[in-house]
């Protein structure tokens, strides 16, 4: 199953929600590097979605049924529900396959750690797909940081907020924590990966707030989360589904300057609205929407760099055919998942 050198890698993506429509068949589709092979999913308008969308790539509705087919693939993307990651990884490893997990990579630290060791064991590409690594405007933060632009960084705060008063059905809302459920597992998974790849590692938790405020849902839907990096910066970070006001998407604070920008990167509204990676525009930020950075009263507009998610994918195909680096350690998810339960527990000890 070992692909050759030049050939497409051979593709399957597990679930066709979100995740697999929005976020990984469309880049692998448009990467030469890639063949999408193999979907699975159960739903039939999802399986009809994916003839009209992708009509070379075949759906099976159950993962057994993917597992029989290992011995023709290479590759397989999970982007099922959180609490079943770990396991498919697993049994996908087992199948003599790589391997990419949508975050959460799993629902704990220690079941992140024994994928790790498995892959390393049995020498298998293994890797996370913390895309928001390739947002636009979190990849000018980070140009502006390792400039010197803001000088030295004091405070950073980043938001990912949401007006959904209304829990729409889906297994997001239905998920305990205990099954990877939650806005700290979903979205907190990017921003603390983001802070930590900005900063470093974390020194202390400082601060949690985490409550439930829809009607509906099984975990938390409004957090707080305060970080102090061993690098001294501290991190503020906002993630919220019933925001009926939002706040600046990046507010960064350095001795020299500022920066703040309002909005969040265009590539998955461009995506669900039909766009495809390499459309004209896709991924560009306009003018009317660049942050700005300076000083109060005197800051001025930043070009935002071009959002670009297919990065992932073309640094991946160089770690499984030549050996590179892959595209997102995985100890890097586990370093994001010890904070997220830590910040569970602390928020459960105050509840």
């Known amino acids: 199953m070992t692909d050759v050198a030049g050939s497409p890698i051979r593709t399957a993506v597990v679930g066709f929600g979100t995740s697999g429509r929005v976020f990984h068949a469309p880049f692998l589709d448009a990467d030469p590097a890639y063949s999408l092979d193999l979907i699975v999913t159960r739903d039939p308008?999802?399986?009809?979605?994916?003839?009209?969308?992708?009509?070379?790539?075949?759906?099976?509705?159950?993962?057994?049924?993917?597992?029989?087919?290992?011995?023709?693939?290479?590759?397989?993307?999970?982007?099922?529900?959180?609490?079943?990651?770990?396991?498919?990884?697993?049994?996908?490893?087992?199948?003599?396959?790589?391997?990419?997990?949508?975050?959460?990579?799993?629902?704990?630290?220690?079941?992140?750690?024994?994928?790790?060791?498995?892959?390393?064991?049995?020498?298998?590409?293994?890797?996370?797909?913390?895309?928001?690594?390739?947002?636009?405007?979190?990849?000018?933060?980070?140009?502006?940081?390792?400039?010197?632009?803001?000088?030295?960084?004091?405070?950073?705060?980043?938001?990912?907020?949401?007006?959904?008063?209304?829990?729409?059905?889906?297994?997001?809302?239905?998920?305990?924590?205990?099954?990877?459920?939650?806005?700290?597992?979903?979205?907190?998974?990017?921003?603390?990966?983001?802070?930590?790849?900005?900063?470093?590692?974390?020194?202390?938790?400082?601060?949690?707030?985490?409550?439930?405020?829809?009607?509906?849902?099984?975990?938390?839907?409004?957090?707080?989360?305060?970080?102090?990096?061993?690098?001294?910066v501290r991190s503020h970070l906002w993630m919220n589904a019933v925001a009926p006001a939002f706040g600046p998407r990046f507010h960064v604070l350095g001795s020299r300057a500022g920066y703040t920008s309002w909005g969040l990167d265009g590539q998955e509204p461009a995506l669900i609205a039909g766009a495809l990676p390499g459309s004209p525009g896709f991924g560009e930020t306009a003018e009317a929407r660049w942050g700005r950075l300076g000083v109060d009263g005197a800051a001025r507009p930043v070009p935002t760099e071009r959002g670009d998610y297919g990065t992932f994918y073309r640094l991946l195909a160089a770690a499984i055919r030549d050996g590179a680096p892959v595209p997102v350690d995985p100890a890097d998810a586990v370093a994001v998942l010890e904070l997220i339960e830590r910040a569970h527990a602390a928020a459960s000890a105050t509840a």
């Open 45 to 232: 308008g999802r399986r009809a979605a994916v003839e009209a969308r992708h009509p070379t790539a075949s759906t099976v509705a159950t993962v057994d049924e993917l597992w029989a087919a290992a011995d023709r693939l290479d590759l397989v993307v999970i982007g099922s529900p959180s609490g079943t990651h770990a396991s498919l990884a697993h049994a996908a490893l087992d199948a003599g396959l790589d391997v990419v997990v949508d975050k959460p990579f799993a629902v704990t630290a220690d079941e992140g750690r024994a994928l790790i060791a498995k892959a390393a064991r049995l020498g298998r590409t293994l890797s996370v797909f913390q895309n928001r690594r390739w947002d636009g405007d979190f990849r000018t933060v980070r140009r502006l940081v390792e400039a010197g632009e803001l000088g030295e960084v004091r405070r950073f705060e980043s938001r990912f907020e949401w007006w959904k008063p209304e829990p729409a059905a889906s297994w997001k809302t239905e998920a305990t924590v205990a099954e990877g459920g939650g806005i700290l597992y979903d979205l907190g998974t990017h921003l603390i990966d983001q802070a930590v790849q900005l900063f470093g590692p974390v020194a202390e938790l400082t601060a949690v707030e985490a409550e439930r405020r829809r009607h509906g849902a099984e975990a938390d839907d409004d957090v707080f989360v305060a970080l102090r990096h061993e690098s001294g």
